[in-house]
């Protein structure tokens, strides 16, 4: 089957902003009450802004040890183009997107596809991992995400054996979400991304729906966003409201926009220099102006779980 | 009393010396911060730009003293060796921070983006070319060269200029707004430079 991305949203379809807080209200309080009784770990927060639900974790011990970057840089400094191209703008404006109640359309080579509900997503045991979190412009991060793997999305959903690919897509809100209206757009919307079936498969991807044990704030990618530690950053798609089993490799967006500099496997790799500048160490977040650079390690460190499956591959020609 | 010529007068009574270090507080303010993590996530990389941009400003306002003169009647000439030289202590600062902070000394590595990356090669030759620019910045080169010979030189701050917005352009992701709005500008003082000098006089005539 070939995969084409949702059609664009056009101004028309979306709902008037009066009829649409009206629903958000009904189905606020409807989510809520089934929240409370189907989610016994999800403990709800006050309605300030500022206060965030915290998660019932279990810290995993396989994925632990490294010491975790900074909560005000993870959340404050980020690639989310979708809020504005500067790293600060996520953080000043995804506060706009509204998150509640949300859902995943899971279409494709499936046996049950649907529109999936979040409750009926987010497993009720959740785990910590501390991943580490490479960007393609050679900084990087240690991130405690919350979340579970993607394979048990996938088994609930039972791919058919046809299916090679697992593509993803971004939320498209031009009103909630300031970096998808006006004259300069960096990027077509919807931003896409996608996996080979084992990557997708593989026990160190998950999604995840917390950071530092509670809710994942909006411009790290709410309410349910994906972390593939062993590839650059932005494959790791925010916001998902698509997910798509398909036989056919998935459009990328950064390798629609520019493919001899952004592949699709996108692996963290030393050896293999972005066109631009090379890939071989990274500026660590939160070390301050005087941090020395450290080296890049293959697959980010992951080489252990991950090198098995691109043996035989030409990693400089699959990048 | 025209509005230029108020301005002529202030710009003849007020010298030029005690910009030299005012206009580097910018530069110097903004290294304090990165120093003590007042800059962000990645304060070296915001001091980078940050001296980057400076130096880019600084070269604009250069190019546009003369345009000043020409079509605006200020006279403003005293100040372009202020302007020059602060642009060039900016670019030079920008580089000092990408050999010691960003590259860290890794001459292996810098050797090869002296060759492989083309936004360094954009900014290096850029640089090279601003260096005659600013170890001539004074009267004696000016006595030595004689003034037609000065002037041939100081072209070179026309590709120069060019170079550094197709450094700016080459290294960012995707062009958004910040990138494409100094293009536009440099563009527009390019071309303006370019505008044939019967005309600008012919324009000044009218005006008077």
Same mark, same amino acid.
């Given at each position: ?93 995804? +506060?706009? #997107? =509204?998150?509640?109640?949300?859902? @995943? ?5 499936? !046996?049950?596809? /649907? ?86 498969? +593989?026990? #160190? =991807?998950?999604?995840?729906?917390? @950071? ?5 704030? !909006?411009?790290? /990618? ?98 | ?208």
């Amino acid at each position: 089957m070939v995969y084409t991305p949702s059609q664009k949203i056009l101004p028309s379809e979306i709902t008037p902003k009066d009829v649409w807080l009206n629903r958000r209200n009904l189905l606020a309080g409807a989510a809520g009450g089934i929240a409370a009784i189907a989610m016994p770990g999800l403990v709800l927060a006050e309605t300030e802004k500022t206060e965030r639900a915290k998660l019932d974790v279990t810290k995993s011990e396989k994925y632990s040890g490294l010491e975790p970057t900074e909560y005000e840089y993870i959340t404050g400094y980020n690639n989310f183009y979708e809020f504005g191209t500067g790293k600060e703008d996520p953080a000043a404006n995804a +506060h706009m #997107l =509204t998150t509640k109640p949300w859902s @995943i359309k899971v279409d494709g080579l499936v !046996n049950k596809p /649907g529109d999936y509900a979040l409750e009926d997503i987010i497993p009720a045991s959740l785990e910590e991992r501390v991943y580490r979190f490479r960007c393609v412009e050679a900084w990087s991060m240690v991130i405690p995400w919350d979340g579970f793997q993607l394979s048990e999305l996938l088994n609930k959903v039972e791919p058919q054996g046809s299916a090679k690919y697992v593509a993803f897509e971004t939320v498209v809100r031009p009103e909630e979400m300031p970096g998808q209206r006006g004259l300069f757009q960096p990027l077509p919307w919807p931003y896409v991304e996608g996996l080979r079936i084992d990557e997708a498969m +593989h026990p #160190l =991807t998950i999604l995840a729906n917390g @950071i530092y044990g509670e809710e994942i704030p !909006n411009q790290n /990618g709410a309410p349910l966003r994906l972390v593939v530690p062993w590839k650059y950053g932005f494959k790791s798609i925010k916001s998902i409201v698509r997910m798509t089993l398909t036989e056919e490799e998935p459009p990328t967006s950064w390798n629609n926009a520019n493919a001899r500099e952004y592949g699709f496997y996108s692996n963290v790799n030393p050896q293999v220099d972005h066109p631009r500048w090379s890939q071989a160490s990274e500026r660590v977040i939160g070390g301050g102006l005087l941090a020395t650079r450290q080296p890049t390690l293959m697959f980010n460190g992951y080489e252990a779980e991950v090198a098995s499956l691109y043996e035989g591959m030409d990693l400089t020609k699959f990048y | 009393m025209t509005i230029s010529d108020r301005i002529n007068r202030i710009a003849r009574s007020v010298p030029a010396w005690p910009f030299y270090p005012l206009l580097l507080v910018p530069g110097l303010w903004t290294f304090w911060l990165a120093l003590n993590g007042r800059l962000g996530a990645d304060p070296m990389r915001e001091l980078e730009h940050d001296l980057g941009i400076w130096a880019l400003r600084f070269m604009i306002a250069v190019l546009c003293v003369t345009l000043a003169r020409r079509f605006l009647n200020l006279n403003l000439i005293k100040f372009r060796r202020l302007l020059g030289l602060t642009g060039f202590f900016y670019a030079l600062a920008h580089l000092t921070v990408w050999l010691l902070l960003d590259r860290q000394l890794m001459w292996g590595e810098i050797i090869a983006d002296l060759y492989k990356r083309p936004y360094i090669i954009f900014g290096m030759l850029a640089f090279l070319l601003i260096l005659p620019l600013a170890f001539t910045s004074n009267n004696w080169s000016v006595r030595k060269l004689g003034a037609a010979g000065w002037n041939r030189l100081h072209r070179l701050a026309y590709p120069a200029a060019v170079l550094m917005i197709l450094h700016y352009l080459w290294l960012v992701k995707s062009w958004t707004l910040e990138p494409l709005t100094y293009t536009a500008i440099m563009a527009a003082v390019l071309l303006a430079k370019l505008a044939p000098r019967k005309a600008a006089r012919s324009r000044q005539t009218k005006t008077a």
